[in-house]
Nanobody, 127 residues
Framework: QVQLVESGGGLVQPGGSLRLSCAAS????????MGWYRQAPGKQRELVATITTDGSTNYADSVKGRFTISRDNAKNTVYLRIDSLKPEDTAVYYC?????????????????????WGQGTQVTVSS
C-alpha cells in the first residue's frame, strides 16, 4: 500500500512563496506520473500540475508561470514550488498519481489512478 504524505503548507501573504513536498511510500513512485491537486472550500478538487516519469511537466492555465513541479525519485518525493501566491490559491493541496489532464477553461481535472488520498497540506494566502 502506498501512503502519501504532504507537507510544507502554511499561511502566506499575497505575493509570497511556498514549497510543498509529497513523500510517497512504496516502490511504485518512480514508474508513474505524479500530480498536485488542490481543493478550495466549496469547490471541486482540481489538478494544477503534473510531472511524468522522465520529467515532462504540465500545468493548468490558472497556475502556469507561478507553479513549478519537480520530483526526486531517489527520495520518492514530488515537490511543488509556488511563487507569487494569490488569495485564490488558498486550498488544501494533495498529491496523487494522475490520469490525463482534462482542462476546461483555466481549470483542469483528472481522476487519480490511486484510490487513496493523504491528508493534504493547507495553503492559506491572506494579508
Amino acid at each position: 500500500q502506498v501512503q502519501l504524505v504532504e507537507s510544507g503548507g502554511g499561511l502566506v501573504q499575497p505575493g509570497g512563496s511556498l514549497r510543498l513536498s509529497c513523500a510517497a511510500s512504496g516502490s511504485i513512485f518512480s514508474i508513474y506520473d505524479m500530480g498536485w491537486y488542490r481543493q478550495a472550500p466549496g469547490k471541486q478538487r482540481e489538478l494544477v500540475a503534473t510531472i511524468t516519469t522522465d520529467g515532462s511537466t504540465n500545468y493548468a492555465d490558472s497556475v502556469k508561470g507561478r507553479f513549478t513541479i519537480s520530483r526526486d525519485n531517489a527520495k520518492n518525493t514530488v515537490y511543488l514550488r509556488i511563487d507569487s501566491l494569490k488569495p485564490e490559491d488558498t486550498a488544501v493541496y494533495y498529491c496523487n498519481f494522475p490520469g490525463t489532464m482534462d482542462c476546461s477553461g483555466i481549470v483542469c481535472y483528472a481522476q487519480p489512478i490511486y484510490d487513496y488520498w493523504g491528508q493534504g497540506t493547507q495553503v492559506t494566502v491572506s494579508s
